[in-house]
């Protein structure tokens, strides 16, 4: 736990690369690590969405290189398809938005907005990154164990869970990843109280860095509690004890070892009570970025930033409170369920607000259609879908019927696909240049855009139909059901989008690795915009800033008349006399 | 700022508080998180339950009397540590943290006795839930017990090469003194839970 070891820093290619402790590269550490994650957990749900629509029949090409035991004659098993589900759920949660969110942009953007010169624990920073890849190559291995990898959910509701194969290693996994988002708050939240530039108060924190500080207190107080359910279902599965196991339990006429007793409901409410203030941790970030970047093309101060950051404090406090809301249908009592009623519709409020302040930092504005505000504009209206769509689910009347249908899987892939997942593109082109000094091709990104977000529609917005028809999430085979098969060509609609999606995201991958080296070469602040990250070189040397920068003003200071440029830095020392 | 600047620590720490102690307090909130889930599991388990043995009818009451005087006087020892290392005394100090890493270790092995005594009496987490919890939390309790452990003897060898007049040495003697408090304070709830109600 040393504190700021600098100094003496021009080393070995290790020491600079790979176990480097600069914010920076521990940064881009996060940064490809969780984009291949992503890629990763998108290519397994790719071959469940080909069984979905066309179950039953070989997958093409891949089909024969998966063992004949996940894919007997090249069609996904049942067991095997189970195993992509869990997976897609958990790598896409746990290795993928998370680590791009806090550990990639956080880790990147936030101390250089308040003005620091790294984290307040470097090394315990490099610790996080080094605890969260064996946890995700972990993850991942487990597919190659005998039984392979989990398969009972990204929630893992006991008593299949302690009987499945496979979970043990995602038991122990998870206890790595709650490991590093432990290290990796509690350094958040001490740099961010510690290590501002003077004149750096709260009230003049970009709003991205207030996200961040929301969302590491959520990791922080919320992880915990998932840590000790599986450690006692870990229990249950090692050593057979039966917190979560009911007694007389018969599988296949076989007794169990477990002497029963347990509450399999118990991990339902400590699952939940994580799980739903990591939504947040999912949301919040992207709203950041969003933020950043409408304040920038806008070029005019946020609207309601006083609003903004109260809502999302708010949301972070209330998040602690609505966890049920998953569990309705469970057999709680009216009382209880009322209460999470209200909660929820509670929590709806500050959400609103936020895309609300952003929506009217619009008003009036002169927008530069940049590729990052494309996508930032993006996010509004298909978040505000993802947040609307929610609501019939927080509303226990019409959750009887939504609740585990394909419904619920459309509410939130519009949240955290065209919701969160929009406004990391968004994050990724707007700070491209100031990770690697060079920008991102524009042709390219704008052809990267409308392909996606065309196709993310094309996804999700059919699963909102199937699942008002009736049809239940996690099925391996709709078709088994008759009354199944009217939404069937909605299946379709849906795989075929999914690969389109694939498609339109090679000019970005492209783009990404050829612009590091060859994309146009820009200034150090090529958006013209008033932040502290972009008062420093691209890419910022080791300790960041030249001279600790002195902070004067709020973070969005655009378009002020007495001034002869359209935006005044933070640490710029007064307005220049006006035009 | 320069490739040799000191330590950050000036312009910064806005708060006026060490980053450290910041750090440890953060820590310890995320444990009490992790441990508070474990007592609610223990009361929601303990309620749901058809039967639940009473405490001192299983357990090893004078055992476990003994363990947490030991545990009490161990959180003595670790603050006359402190103040030994605040007043620059430093064989006092290595007293005083030598005695607490003993007495953490005399918990550890009262603790070996304890377990092998249930399982020499066919006792295991399998046999019931109260079994379960009590092996799963008391367990977890003696993971963090090591850890002071290691965390107290890195400081004594860190104070026998230059750690001794590091101006961070002190403040870290605190925050190892704060997470002894809690692994303490964890015990004193774990007693009457499993051995007296
Ligand atoms: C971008 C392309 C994506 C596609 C095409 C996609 C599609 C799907 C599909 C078809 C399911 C299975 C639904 C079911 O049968 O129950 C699913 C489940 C799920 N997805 Fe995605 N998804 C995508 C991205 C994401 C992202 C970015 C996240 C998270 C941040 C995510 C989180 C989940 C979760 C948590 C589940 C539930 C898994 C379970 O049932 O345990 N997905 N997704
Ligand atoms: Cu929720």
Not at chain 2, 14 to 41: H, Q
Request: glycine share 8%; aromatic share 14%; hydrophobic share 50%.
């Amino acid at each position: 736990m040393s504190e700021h070891a600098h100094g003496h820093e021009e080393h070995s290619f290790w020491r600079t690369y790979v176990f480097s402790v600069d914010h920076k590269v521990i940064g881009l550490q996060y940064l490809i690590t969780s984009l291949l994650f992503l890629l990763f957990g998108f290519t397994l749900v790719l071959l469940m969405r080909w069984q979905l629509a066309f179950p039953g029949q070989p997958l093409p090409l891949l089909g024969r290189l998966l063992s004949p035991e996940a894919a007997p004659g090249g069609v996904i098993g049942p067991m095997f398809y189970n195993q992509l589900g869990a997976m897609h759920g958990t790598i896409m949660v746990f290795l993928g938005i998370v680590p791009l969110a806090v550990g990639a942009f956080g880790n990147y953007v936030m101390p250089l907005q308040i003005g620091a010169p790294d984290m307040a624990f470097p090394r315990m920073n490099m610790m996080s990154y080094w605890v969260y890849l064996p946890g995700g190559l972990l993850m991942l291995l487990s597919f190659l164990l005998p039984g392979g990898a989990a398969q009972s959910g990204w929630t893992s509701y006991p008593p299949l869970s302690v009987i499945n194969p496979g979970q043990t290693m995602w038991l122990v996994s998870m206890v790595f990843l709650i490991t590093s988002s432990l290290l990796g708050s509690l350094n958040f939240i001490v740099t961010i109280l510690n290590m501002r530039a003077p004149g750096m108060t709260l009230g003049r924190m970009p709003v991205f860095v207030w996200a961040q500080f929301v969302t590491a207190f959520l990791l922080l107080l919320a992880f915990p509690p998932l840590e000790a359910a599986s450690i006692l279902q870990l229990m249950d599965r090692v050593f057979h004890t039966s917190f979560y196991m009911p007694a007389g339990l018969v599988i296949g006429g076989q007794t169990t070892p477990w002497t029963g007793g347990g509450q399999s409901l118990l991990w339902q409410h400590l699952f939940w009570f994580l799980a739903h203030p990591e939504v947040y941790v999912l949301v919040l970030p992207p709203m950041g970025i969003v933020a950043e970047i409408i304040a920038v093309n806008t070029r005019k101060p946020l609207f309601g930033y006083k609003e903004l950051v109260g809502s999302m404090a708010f949301i972070g406090v209330m998040s602690f409170v609505v966890w049920a809301h998953h569990m309705f249908l469970s057999g709680m009592s009216t009382t209880l369920s009322n209460f999470f009623l209200v909660t929820t519709m509670i929590i709806s409020v500050p959400s609103v607000a936020v895309l609300t302040c952003l929506i009217l930092s619009l008003k009036g504005a002169s927008i530069r259609f940049t590729t990052p505000m494309l996508f930032a504009l993006a996010f509004l209206p298909l978040f505000g879908i993802g947040g609307l769509t929610g609501l019939p689910l927080g509303l226990t009347v019409t959750d009887i019927y939504l609740h585990d249908t394909y419904y619920v899987i459309g509410h939130f892939h519009y949240v955290v696909v065209t919701g969160s997942l929009i406004a990391l593109f968004a994050g990724t082109y707007h700070w491209f240049p100031k990770w690697f000094g060079r920008k991102l091709d524009d042709r390219l990104g704008k052809i990267h855009f409308w392909g996606t977000t065309v196709a993310m529609n094309g996804i999700f917005l059919p699963m909102f139909i199937i699942g008002m028809q009736g049809q239940s999430r996690r099925l391996y085979d709709p078709t088994a059901h008759l009354h199944n098969l009217v939404g069937q060509p909605m299946h379709v609609v849906s795989t075929v989008s999914a690969f389109v999606l694939l498609i339109f995201q090679l000019p970005f991958i492209y783009n990404f690795f050829n612009s590091i080296f060859n994309g146009e070469k820009v200034d150090s602040n090529p958006w013209k915009a008033t932040t502290l990250e972009w008062q420093c070189p691209s890419p910022p040397p080791h300790g960041n800033f030249a001279s600790v920068p002195r902070v004067h003003r709020g973070p969005y200071e655009y378009s002020d008349p007495a001034h002869k440029d359209d935006w005044l830095p933070q640490d710029a020392e007064k307005a220049v006399a006006p035009v | 700022m320069s490739a040799h600047a000191p330590a950050v620590q000036s312009p910064y720490e806005n708060t006026g508080v060490p980053d450290g102690k910041l750090a440890i307090w953060l820590f310890l909130a995320s444990e009490v998180m992790l441990f508070g889930t474990l007592f609610t599991s223990y009361i929601v388990l303990r309620t749901a339950a058809a039967s639940w043995p009473r405490g001192w009818d299983v357990l090893n009451v004078p055992l476990a009397t003994f363990n947490t005087f030991i545990l009490i006087a161990s959180s003595v020892t670790i603050v006359m540590a402190h103040a030994k290392a605040a007043a620059r005394d430093k064989k006092g100090f290595m007293l005083n943290m030598g005695l607490t890493v003993l007495m953490a270790f005399v918990f550890l092995v009262v603790k070996y006795f304890e377990y092998s005594s249930k399982f020499a009496h066919g006792h295991y987490p399998s046999t019931s839930i109260f079994y379960g919890i009590y092996f799963t939390t008391t367990g977890l309790h003696g993971i963090h017990i090591l850890g002071g452990i290691a965390w107290n003897l890195g400081l004594m060898w860190w104070a026998n090469r230059d750690g001794w007049d590091d101006r961070l040495f002190i403040g870290r003697v605190e925050y190892a003194g704060l997470y002894w408090h809690f692994v303490d304070v964890v015990w004193i709830f774990l007693f009457p839970a499993l051995y007296l109600l």
